[in-house]
């Protein structure tokens, strides 16, 4: 095993992506769905190999420059995710869910701070707790750079590699039960309360038209269609196309095919006996009114229409809070379909009550002349991409650096926000004014969930492996009992009292609020878990608010939890 370290040592870039490798694979294994994920994963393989090299008297450790540039730039990619949402959730229905992620997190914080005063927990211990009590793994690197830049003041005797052990040990007790627990919590709240979550999501499915999708999986069920008849009935020939659109609202005319030459849909265009028509609708509407033009046939030139699919990003005030249901009687009605909308970057459920947000994205399929207007209603167009704007991505990293610099001095040390907290607040305002403009930075999802999932679990990895070689030296049970206890404290209070808040003070139903302590947790799991035991999707209609709010909450509070530790 030796040779096999030393190895790994004189080779780090092998080194490291083992790790990662080990990492991922290990993040698989569950036991009834339950599991540690690629991130945990990563900070205990790394500490492990390390701890184990030591054992043979090789030390592992890598470059600390890897370390800090996947962090920034999984700190930028979280800013460019929750951005859009995050400014929006301060309006209207979205206060209710930004006051409880503020309150969940602000209650995770004092309680970690407590309980690391309480223990006498060694230096480290409490940004440790706080990222894995509250399962937000990005405050590890806030809590180290509260260390690398003076705010927390080194107790004597003690090295900062120790506090980067102490880090990631602390991280790695708690977090299980951060994870476990707030599913559990999410899941069975309503139980404890008395109160029937599944009945409440029925309620809200009748009153907003919300279908329950999560687990319909590709059905061949299409709430649009597009059919070809021919034209035999005496009532319609003879019809203007716009004549046909006012007595028949429900439908739109998208082609007309005569002599077997296709003329189009213009509005004065007569129809005649014989033509071919292609008629968009609802799937309801197609099947109600059989004989209205006449036989249907499999006409391939009829029916042979460009579809453009698009993402329609809501920009225009005057569409806040309008159901898609009074879209109904729009020019474009029948002629494109809402396939998902997706509100903060996270997909909602659809129905005819569904309220729309400013920045809410909405995926659709349809005639491009269908897209086009709708988007001149809405707000802007995007057509799918998998171009990245790297000249967006270096302005706004360089930015978020420069941002970083600033600091304010506070007593007999320097406060601000380190390059990774002006990162994530450049990632913020970059993708705001891009959600509003959309005719630059583009970052498809695919490319930011690179910058956040590999610069994670990247980061993670090699915090675990620079601090594995001290870990051995610094774990005794009595520490790793309180460790748990602090972390167990930390994770289970905030989202009961948020529950009970949301409940009885703000009146939300339970089965969006089910979702909205996950967001206020900023954990998908119990949203997930939630909707699963409810059999509903509502609990995600109360998810993408709080996600985006604790999300960038938890993640600066790591400094704060091991200044305030002190």
């Not at 209650?107 to 407590?114: A, E």
């Not at 309480?118 to 509260?146: D, K, N, R, V, Y």
């Not at 269908?370 to 057509?383: C, E, T, W």
Request: aromatic letters at 10%.
């Amino acid at each position: 095993m030796q040779a096999l370290f030393e190895f790994l040592k004189a080779n780090p870039f092998i080194l490291l992506f083992f790790t990662i490798g080990m990492a991922v694979w290990v993040g698989k294994f569950n036991v009834k769905g339950y599991g540690l994920g690629m991130v945990a994963a990563a900070v205990v393989v790394g500490c492990g190999l390390a701890a184990w090299a030591s054992v043979y008297g090789v030390k592992l450790e890598l470059n600390n420059f890897a370390k800090s540039l996947f962090y920034y730039l999984f700190m930028y990619g979280v800013g460019l995710r929750v951005g859009p949402s995050f400014f929006n959730s301060l309006k209207k229905d979205g206060l209710k869910f930004t006051i409880l992620a503020v309150g969940c997190s602000l209650m995770g914080l004092v309680l970690v701070v407590l309980g690391a005063k309480w223990f006498g927990l060694p230096a480290g211990a409490a940004g440790g707790i706080l990222a894995g009590s509250q399962t937000m793994s990005a405050a590890i690197g806030t809590a180290e750079m509260a260390v690398t830049q003076g705010a927390y003041k080194l107790p004597d005797g003690t090295t900062a590699e120790a506090v980067s052990g102490m880090i990631a040990l602390s991280y790695g007790v708690t977090y299980i039960w951060g994870t476990v627990g707030i599913i559990l919590i999410c899941k069975y709240l309503p139980r404890w309360w008395g109160v029937d979550a599944k009945k409440a999501a029925k309620e809200y499915e009748a009153a907003n038209g919300v279908a329950n999708v999560d687990d319909s999986g590709l059905t061949g069920y299409r709430p649009a269609g597009l059919r070809a008849y021919r034209l035999e009935n005496k009532a319609t020939i003879g019809q203007t196309i716009a004549q046909f659109r006012r007595q028949h609202p429900q439908y739109r005319i998208l082609n007309v095919v005569r002599g077997g030459e296709s003329i189009g849909a213009a509005p004065e265009e007569v129809l005649q006996a014989g033509d071919i028509v292609a008629l968009g609708g609802r799937i309801e509407d197609l099947t109600s009114n059989m004989g209205l033009i006449g036989p249907e046939v499999a006409d391939a030139s009829a029916l042979n229409i460009p579809i453009d699919q698009a993402e329609v990003l809501v920009t225009d005030k005057s569409l806040e809070g309008r159901a898609l249901k009074e879209f109904r009687d729009e020019d474009f009605a029948g002629q494109l379909q809402v396939l998902r909308l997706e509100r903060g970057g996270v997909p909602i459920p659809l129905g005819a009550e569904t309220q729309l947000r400013r920045f809410d994205v909405l995926f659709v399929a349809g005639l491009k002349s269908a897209v086009n207007k709708l988007a001149a209603l809405a707000g802007k167009v995007a057509r799918p991409s998998t171009a990245t704007d790297l000249l967006t991505l270096a302005v706004g990293m360089v930015i978020g650096l420069l941002i970083g610099l600033i600091n304010v001095p506070v007593g007999s040390f320097s406060v601000g926000l380190g390059s990774a907290g002006g990162l994530l607040l450049s990632g913020i305002f970059v993708s705001s004014i891009v959600s509003r403009l959309r005719f630059f930075g583009s970052t498809p999802n695919a490319a930011r969930n690179i910058l956040e999932d590999l610069g994670l679990v990247t980061f993670i990895a090699i915090v675990g492996i620079n601090s594995g070689s001290t870990l051995l030296a610094q774990l005794t049970g009595k520490i790793a009992l309180f460790i748990f206890l602090a972390g167990f404290i930390a994770s289970t209070i905030p989202p009961i009292l948020t529950w009970a808040i949301g409940y009885h003070v703000m009146k939300i139903n339970p089965a969006v609020l089910m979702g909205g302590v996950a967001g206020a947790r900023s954990h998908s799991g119990p949203a997930r878990e939630a909707s699963k035991e409810i059999d509903s999707s509502v609990p995600w209609v109360g998810f993408p608010v709080g996600y985006a709010v604790s999300g960038v909450l938890l993640t600066v509070f790591g400094y704060f939890a091991m200044v305030l530790s002190k």
